[in-house]
Nanobody
């Protein structure tokens, strides 16, 4: 069982920045693909960005050039740096850890609100 704890959400003005963190409880953090998903009211949960154990990254078209996903193996933590935030980025952001054999795990979510 892997526990994921997100932090860093909040209220920010359009054009601002936030950095989300996801701390993982597992000592096998390095084998998981880490991802950030988001869900806005009335919409389905969608992938924002992911990073594999080999540090290959993938981004949704809507965030390319604005968001950056990274991971710190020593701290067992994944990050999502969000710049140039827009009102349409408002959502609950969820951290995900995925491995084909070890399983699929979710954090509790952190609210990001972009508003003036």
């Amino acid at each position: 069982q892997v526990q994921l704890v997100e932090s860093g959400g909040g209220l920010v003005q359009p054009g601002g920045s936030l950095r989300l963190s996801c701390a993982a409880s597992t000592s096998m953090f390095n084998i998981y693909t880490m991802g950030w998903y988001r869900q806005a009211p009335g919409k389905q949960r969608e992938l924002v960005a992911s990073i594999t154990s080999g540090n290959s990254t993938n981004y949704a078209d809507s965030v390319k050039g604005r968001f950056t996903i990274s991971r710190d193996y020593a701290k067992r933590t994944a990050y999502l740096q969000m710049n140039s935030l827009k009102p349409e980025d408002t959502a609950v952001y969820y951290c995900n850890a995925r491995h084909t054999i070890m399983g699929n795990y979710w954090g509790q979510g952190t609210q990001v609100t972009v508003s003036s």
